[in-house]
């Protein structure tokens, strides 16, 4: 029985191997990896150089002529470069759509594609996105405000261009059912809506995006810390508070209403049961205009009032942004590049303002007399005072961050609201199982090296019961303490005490942050040294009337090199090496084997930043 | 044409209430009332669909089946008459698609299906059993899970994106001989005495296929060839996967679906929904209505001893 | 057809058991006395007290194999070609000393003080009520050892039975699965047996051919063959050379150096620099270790047939040339050529893909390492215990919400659909019913609409806005829209239903065909005996029915099981519920299994690793399913019948 079908698969994979000839020959290619010329003309900025012809794929927002507008835009970044022909293939796409199908596979991906801020992280981690040039971060943070320069940067790297600023949400309502006196209450609006047997669309179930403006209204805050290959290193989150069952509370106002429909479209002044109230943002305004008419307003968010106290609704800020596949052809990701800058420029921004209504991110774009007229952006701007600028978030948070909601829906208890508001925090950590070690280990955080915000983690290694770190670059003024398991719960300020001030540092140039820590006082003495046993060299050989046994320590200089304390006396003929850590993994002398002295002499040894020792004369 | 209820049954009933005869008349009325309205509950939503499609007053889905003004907007805003460039809709393309990737599954898929089931149904080969259980054990895998690798394996080949029908079409075809339950059923309904005769004759094995049995399983011919035909206008998932956004590669069900998917999408375009589900649905009922008869038997005949 | 109607005639079926009164049984059933207290347990200590001499006794005169059964579960059983339940005996074992040792002990002592057990109880919320997991572990710990005695127990009386049989020369009792795992090892005994024989007795061609592949045919005319065997062998070797082992040396990590970044100062942009990509590593490593079993295959084929060309010249036969292998082709090898392309197609598209995609299962294969931007490696059962560990992600709890829903639902949409179904071809088959065809053509017309149109228009039919919202507003039954799609329980009936309104027709047609072939004098006879119509239906339709249509019901549960298109066009935009939200996926209560692996593979991080464990899992519910259905079909024993 074997014989017969064995014979069949025999057969099958001939033409299998045959096929895997063809299909792998493409495979292999990229094991040459194919290092392109990189000799080329002077100046970068005049694009002659990047003359070609280049097929991309580019996805845009699939609302109503936006993929028409980037076509022609397109064709005027060619008619200003004449070197460039760009045949681009431009698709309409939802952003989840195209986030998740770059994800799904980066491969096949769309060469240029615009996403919303909260899918950045997602698209970093999964290397979807190409970090820009420096000249490029330069331009692209001088043209555009703060906020949204902050959105396209995660951990301290730009990886997109700002497009539009208004990715925040405000209140549109009908002017002939809301009385203007209503406006900022939340309670009598929802009344008028019910009075009126119309619906109040606010996605509170369907989106975490949304429904946090309850929880920015009472003063909770959601903040992630993030590495800058956007991995995700901690959540400094106080949703689960008294604060945040109060915003349960004020949530349930809407939420048991009959008039509530969890939505944020448009057209839903239109729908069979129409809305007189939808919280959406400006990309719904043309739909808002066309079905409501004359009777089209906007203003920011209302208030609600718990127990006697009335807090303003907050919201989320953020942008729309532009993203570059990584490209492996060197001037087809140049090109990529500059077209990105290009559509993210003053011109195209207006020009998309004109079609779909999205405020721009564009300084001088934002100045624009219609810009400023527009109602829709107007009262983005009123609400911009209670806005929160949104952070890099953790891929999954949006869903989670739906749970309270759903829960509070068909809650009638505070202990109802509490448990929601626990399974919400319990699911949130979860996404940071640490280890046992990481809980344990101590980290350095603060402003310095270039840092300022305190969100990188400069990690510790412990050697007998001491915590050394890293070199790390300072300059005066910085500031920075030690804390425990990347968050805040366990730090040691410079008085050696739990949540002590920050450790201030004097003078410039590189320094080792030696810490010791006693868990049962809860205190610890940090230092700021020169050396250390762990990253730190020292000089060891037959020198200062030693064979290979003592070690000279050797202290770091503000330029990086090391240079032994104090002067010895070497004869010419002895050897030494510098090593690191008092180990011999790492270790320079003449290249790999000793350094043999010539003339006697007084000397300090130096070893430079690229490894070589030199003797100084005393 | 709902039947009228006989205005004087009470007086008929008393004279004739003892025969069999009239018992029997009156459990005919019942079951034809059942069935008018069983068949009405079924039609009733294709009858919805065709009046929506004429509906001229709005797009959005509004309260009103019947609609207020009549008109054929929406069918000329599938092919991009009288519509603005930012509202186009690819139907046509989108159609073509999926007609070509219809047309040819259907030949390679009666091609496979009549091989697997011919010679698992007529041929006693070592490995027969196995090669059923075997066929059998790999149909309890979800397709879906294979599809993540085809898609690479696809897009190695370039054949996602704007060209997914030949991606699909060879995905469809490719292993499309497991189902092969159906025609094997048929094939064995055909008696054997016919083949021996043959045989004996000195005819080969490949000359029994061709010349006696192939022409008479014309029913299960057929019926492969229209199942086959109606696979790609309904599949979704993988066409889905496949496209990768690309518009212009997309199948009719993708491509409806994608329309209609975020909110604004379904205020803009519903009632052009309807009127593609018209146009889709038309051909492919006329096809099926001429060759019902060899459905029919198909079903009843080779389904059941599967 | 005819077994079935043999039946019936000879009355086993046909005799309505009306006269149940007067039912005469033969044998007359002792009445059992009852046995007082005292004597039951007098009774039970005996038994006791037997168990324990009979575990000496066995041990005494028992086989050297029963004596090893005693630490060997099932050893005596395995001995004797008994594989299935020995295999059961050993499971067991090693299942039952892994959990003791590791923590079942630990549980059972702590059993000790049950104030400290039940104060550090850690909650686990299956089925949102909260359970004493440990306190339910340790009593679960205790139970299983007293199941290992009666398991242990077993095991040596079992063994001490096969040697009573084997003393009176009786043959051993063996399951289908036994003599299945003896003939494989038998054949794979000759396979290594042959492959020494042939070559000590082969001739000098046959030697040859075992380096030179078809060296035999080559010399004995048969150029054809000869020509595909070397062109098998030289393109094996040097893909193997050339490709195939960079390929396969690289499978152990999947990959070393990943992809990265470079700046490049003039153009000011980075540059991506290929590494490895895992996929293509798993992809084609696979490929040429499948490629390379293949060669050992042909590498067989060649030198039998060169053996058994030597065997034809020893006894003066004509070597079949290539003109005969042409007439085989056609004539006695015909079903070969035939299956020769659907094989292909089903090994390159069905069943590598599914080996790849089991293989994906024990790596951490997910958007953010898709072997192109960053690189996957093995990680073990790791995504097969993140299902069960409740601490990060209640994903456990997900699949058992899920998996039930999915067996409902198949029951259900199963059930229904073939109910209906038969009831509405009874009722157009009926006598006196006119216009039959009409009414089968106009069900018939709903089959043919493609299904994602009647699928996609009910779900907006249903929509929040959707047109029944707006009928129910206007005629004043509803004030505010009712959102069926989010309420868990509407949208469970809500598909059920709209799976009956697309199932039944197909159902119809089946059962037309069924009931016009039923012989009309079983309804005759029936009738004569005075069965009123719902006995006919329950004694002869429904019987008839279920016998004919069994394995096609089975593989419309499967297929109801794996149904994507009607949950997923219907109810894909429904609301994520709360539990299950938490718990990745982001599954709503509608969903089944296969919408569920679609979500996580097409969602928010495509963690296709997750997606291929519910694979695999799904594979094993349904394989479990139909393992079942299939022993339990009647119909399944007698297909020969229907030829």
Redesign the interface.
Known sequence: MKKRITKFIALAMALVMVLALAGCGKGNNNKNNNNNPTSSPDTPSDLSALAGTYDITVWVSESAGVADLTKTQIADFCKDNPGIVINAKVEGVTEAESASQMIASVEDGADLYCFAQDQLVRLVQADALAKLGTATQQKITELNDKTSVQAATVGGVMYCYPMTSDNGYFMFYDKSVIPENHLDSLEDLIADCEKAGKMFSMELTTSAWYNAAFFFATGCKSEWTIDSEGKITGVDDNFNSDNGVIALKGMQKLLKSKAFNSSSAGSDFSAAVPSAIVVSGTWSTAAVKEALGDNYAATDLPSFTVDGKTYHLGSYSGCKLIGVKPQNDTKKSAVLQQLALYLSNEKCQLERFKLVGWGPSNLNAQKNADVQADVALAALAKQAEYAVPQPQIHGSWWDIAKVYAVSAKDANTDEELKKALETYEATIKGLFEMSVNEKEAWTVIGSMNGDTNWTTDIPMVCKNDVWYSEAIKFVAGDAFKVRQGKSWDVNIGSDGKAGGPNFDVTEDGYGFVVFTYDKATNTGVIKLEKSSDVYGFSVIGTINGDTWSKDLTMEIQPDGSWLTKEAYELKAGDEFKARQGLGWDVSYGNGGDNYKVETAGTYYIKLTTDNKIELIAK | MSKEKPKNLSIKKEAKQRSLKTHQKVTNVIVYIILVIVSIIWITPFVMIVLESFKGEATCPTDAIIPRQFSLKNYKALFNIGVEKKDEIKFFRWYMNTLIMSCVCAIIQTFMVLCMSYTLSRMRFKGRKFLMNFMLVLGMFPGFLSMIILKKVMSGWNMIGENAVWGLIIIYTASSAMGYYVSKGFFDTIPKSLDEAARVDGATRATVFFRITLPMAKPIVIYTLLTAFMGPWGDFMFAKYIVNNATDGMNVAVGLQNLIATSEGLAAHYTHFCAAGVLVAIPVTILFMCLQRYYVEGVTGGAVKG | MRFFIEKARKGDIMKPKTNKTTGTKKKSVPVRKRKSFAEGVKGFFKAVGNEIKSFFTIFVDGSWRTKLSYVIFGFGNLVLGQIARALFFLAFEALFFFYTIKSGWARILKLGNLKELTEQVEFVRLFNKDIHVELLLSIFSVLLVVVCIVVWRNSFHGSYRNDKLLKEGRKIPRSAFDKGVINFIK?VGNEIKSFFVIFVKGSWRTKLSYVIFGFGNLVCGQIARAALFLA?EA??IY?IIN?GL??ILKLDNLGDIG?H?E??P??????????D?S??IL??GV??V??C??CI??WR?SFHGSYENDKLLEEGKKIPKFKDDL?DI???K?????????????????????I??IL?AFTNYD??H?G???LFTWTGWANFMELFNT???NLGYAFVHILLWTLVWAVLATFSNYFLGML?AL??N?K??KLKKM????????????????L???S??F?????I???L??WGFL???FDFW?NTTASRILVVVINI?VGV??LM??A???L?NIPEDLYESARIDGANPFQQYMKITLPYMLF??G??LL?SF?GNI?N??VI??LAGGA????NL??S?G?ASDVDL??TW??KI??????N?KL??VI?IL??MV??VI?VIGFNLMPSNKNEED??
């Open positions: 054949a098998f393109s094996f893909y490709f960079a390929w992809s970044e700046y490049d003039i153009f000011d942009t980075y540059v991506r620099v290929n590494g990509n996929f293509k992809l084609y490929l040429s499948l490629l079993i293949v295959v042909v084929m007439h056609v004539d006695s015909f079903h070969r050529t035939l299956l020769t392309v659907p094989a292909i197609g089903i090994t390159m598209f069905t069943v590598f893909p599914i790849f995609m994906v958007g953010a898709d192109y931007s960053g601490k990060t992600s509405l009722l157009i009926k006196g019913i009414w089968r053509s106009l069900f018939v017309m709903t089959i043919a609409v493609p299904q994602f149109i009647s996609l228009y009910m907006k039919l929509a929040k806005n959707g047109l919202n707006m009928l507003i206007k004030e505010f829209p989010a309104w027709p197909y047609l089946i037309t065909g069924i016009m004919i249509t394995p096609y593989t499967i794996n994507f298109n997923y066009l609301e994520a519920n709360s939200l938490t990745g982001s299994l296969i692996l679609f593979s097409m969602g928010t991080e495509s296709y997606a291929s694979g799904i594979f349904v394989s139909s229907y030829q």
